[in-house]
C-alpha cells in the first residue's frame, strides 16, 4: 500500500514568519496578521486543499541575542510584533470543518491550571480540532519578562515540563469521569459532584489541588506535538508526542533522528508509528521549473539578511554579530536549541557552514527544507525526503503568504493526489480520528495520559 503524506501548513501570527523582509514583497499579505479575515481566508484555502492542520508558530521574547539588542529582530519584524495564536482558533474552526489546529503555547511560563482550561475551552469550540505543540522556550528574553533571571537550562526545562504534563494529564483525563455532566432538568442536577475528583500533585516543580474547571472535551487531551529534537527533546517526544515537528540541514541529519525517536518510543512501550514525524520545508513552486525559479529570484530581492541572522542567533544562542560573513560555524553548548547547533556542525562533519551560507540556506524559510521547481518535481521531492528519512508528513512554511499556500493547495496537492499519496477527502472526527489511522478521539491505552484516567476502584496518584 502506498504511504500516504500528511501536510500541515505552517504559520505565526506575525509579518513575515521564517522569511524575514518578505513582508515588503507587494503580494504579501503577512502584514494583515491582526485582521480576522486573514485568518478566516487561510483556513478556507487549506481546508479546500484537504490540509490536515494549520501550525501555528509561537514564543515569548524577543530575538536579543544578534549584537545582544533587540534591534535587528524590532527593525525587521523578525517574528515581532507578534500576537497570541491560541485566540485566532475559534474563528477559523467557525468557518471550516474539518482542518485541524496545533497551537504552540510555552509551558515554562504558565502555570498548568489555567492552561489546561484554555485548552479544553479550545478543544471545544473547535469540536475536537485543537493539537497543543509543547514546547519549553529558548530566549533568555522570554523568562526575563516572566520576571525571572534567566531561562532554566536546557536539560532541567525537560524535567520541569514531565511534572507540567503529569497535572495537566490528571486534569483533563481524571478530574471528571465520562457521565460526570448528567444536564438533569427534572432533578435540577447540570453536573454529579461525585464524579468531579480533585487532582492532587506536589512535585518539585509545581504542585496543584484542585478540580479542573472545564467539562470533558471531545479528546480530552489535545493531539499532542512537539517540536524539540535535541537529544532529551527526543525522549520527551517519545514519551508524550503524537507528532514531531522537526528540521535539520540535510538527509543525513534528519534520518538518523527520526530512527532515534521511533527506537526511544518503542522503548517507552509505545508503538512507534503511533508518532506522525513532521519535516519543515518551505515550496515555491509554478507550472514549470523555470516559472518557480524565475519567482524565487524575485522573492530573494526582498530578503533580510540581517533579520535571518537575527533569527538564526536566537534560535542557536550564538551570535552571529561577532561573526565574519565568511567564518565558519562551529559547535557551542548553550542553553538554546541544542538540535539546531548540533545538526549544522556535529550531526554531520562533512559539512562545514560558514554563516554566509547558512543566511542564505535560512532566507527563506528559515532552517527548513527549500524546495523549488514545477509541480512534479516538487512532488517528487516531497516523496523521496518521505522515504529517504523516515517522515511522515510535511509542515509547509510560506515565502509569500498567502499565496504559498494557494500554490501548494492547487499545484502541489492535486499532483500528490494524482499519485495516490494524499488523500482526496477528510476523514470524519476529531484531529486524533484524523491523524490516526486506526485510533479513536482519545489517547490509546499504552500513552502515559491513559495513566491518570479516573477508575472507581482507585484514586488519582498525588505524584
Not at 505552517?10 to 507587494?26: E, I, K, T, V
Not at 498567502?402 to 476529531?430: A, I, N, W
Request: aromatic share 10%; with cysteine; proline share 6%.
Amino acid at each position: 500500500m502506498t504511504k500516504q503524506l500528511r501536510i500541515n501548513a505552517f504559520d505565526m501570527n506575525c509579518p513575515g514568519h521564517l522569511s524575514p523582509g518578505l513582508w515588503r514583497h507587494p503580494r504579501d499579505r503577512s502584514a494583515s496578521y491582526k485582521d480576522l479575515d486573514y485568518w478566516t481566508d487561510l483556513a478556507q484555502i487549506l481546508e479546500r486543499g484537504k490540509i490536515d492542520a494549520l501550525f501555528i508558530a509561537d514564543v515569548l521574547g524577543l530575538y536579543d541575542v544578534f549584537g545582544a539588542t533587540p534591534d535587528a529582530a524590532i527593525r525587521n519584524a523578525t517574528q515581532v510584533p507578534l500576537n497570541d495564536p491560541a485566540v485566532l482558533v475559534p474563528a477559523m474552526a467557525a468557518v471550516t470543518k474539518h482542518l485541524g489546529f496545533a497551537v504552540t503555547s510555552t509551558l515554562s511560563f504558565e502555570p498548568p491550571y489555567p492552561f489546561a482550561r484554555r485548552a479544553s475551552t479550545l478543544d471545544h469550540l473547535s469540536k475536537g480540532r485543537y493539537g497543543w505543540n509543547v514546547v519549553t522556550g529558548y530566549l533568555d528574553s522570554a523568562a526575563k519578562g516572566a520576571g525571572l533571571a534567566q531561562q532554566a537550562g536546557h536539560d532541567l526545562r525537560y524535567d520541569i515540563a514531565e511534572e507540567y504534563m503529569s497535572i495537566v494529564y490528571k486534569l483533563w483525563e481524571g478530574s471528571w469521569e465520562d457521565d460526570a455532566v448528567v444536564r438533569d432538568p427534572v432533578r435540577g442536577v447540570f453536573t454529579d459532584p461525585d464524579k468531579v475528583h480533585r487532582v492532587q500533585f506536589e512535585g518539585t516543580y509545581h504542585r496543584i489541588d484542585a478540580v479542573h474547571l472545564s467539562e470533558p472535551s471531545p479528546q480530552r487531551t489535545p493531539f499532542l506535538f512537539q517540536a524539540g529534537t535535541s537529544a532529551k527533546g527526543r525522549d520527551f517526544a517519545a514519551r508524550h508526542a503524537e507528532g514531531v515537528f522537526l528540521s535539520g540541514p540535510s538527509r543525513k541529519v534528519i534520518a538518523p533522528r527520526v530512527a532515534d525517536i521511533r527506537e526511544r518510543a518503542r522503548g517507552y512501550g509505545r508503538n512507534p508509528d503511533d508518532i506522525l514525524i513532521f519535516l519543515g520545508v518551505c515550496i515555491i513552486v509554478d507550472r514549470t521549473e523555470a516559472a518557480a525559479r524565475a519567482k524565487e529570484r524575485e522573492y530573494r530581492r526582498y530578503v533580510s539578511t540581517e533579520g535571518a541572522l537575527a533569527l538564526l542567533s536566537g534560535w542557536s544562542g550564538i551570535d552571529f554579530s561577532q561573526y565574519d560573513l565568511d567564518d565558519p560555524i562551529r559547535y557551542v553548548k548553550n542553553d538554546a536549541i541544542h538540535s539546531m547547533v548540533e545538526g549544522l556542525t556535529i550531526a554531520d562533519p562533512s559539512k562545514v557552514w560558514t554563516v554566509r551560507e547558512l543566511a542564505n540556506a535560512s532566507a527563506i524559510g528559515g532552517p527548513t527544507q527549500l524546495l523549488v521547481g514545477s509541480p512534479e518535481q516538487v512532488a517528487d521531492a516531497l516523496q523521496s525526503l518521505a522515504r529517504d528519512t523516515g517522515v511522515d508528513g510535511f509542515n509547509v512554511s510560506y515565502a509569500v503568504t498567502p499565496d504559498s499556500f494557494s500554490d501548494l493547495v492547487d499545484l502541489v496537492v492535486p499532483e500528490l493526489q494524482r499519485r495516490g499519496v494524499f488523500k482526496r477527502e477528510y476523514r470524519d472526527g476529531t484531529l486524533r480520528e484524523k491523524l490516526s489511522a486506526d485510533g479513536g478521539p482519545r489517547l490509546p491505552a499504552r500513552h502515559p495520559a491513559a495513566a491518570y484516567r479516573w477508575k472507581a476502584s482507585e484514586t488519582l496518584p498525588t505524584g
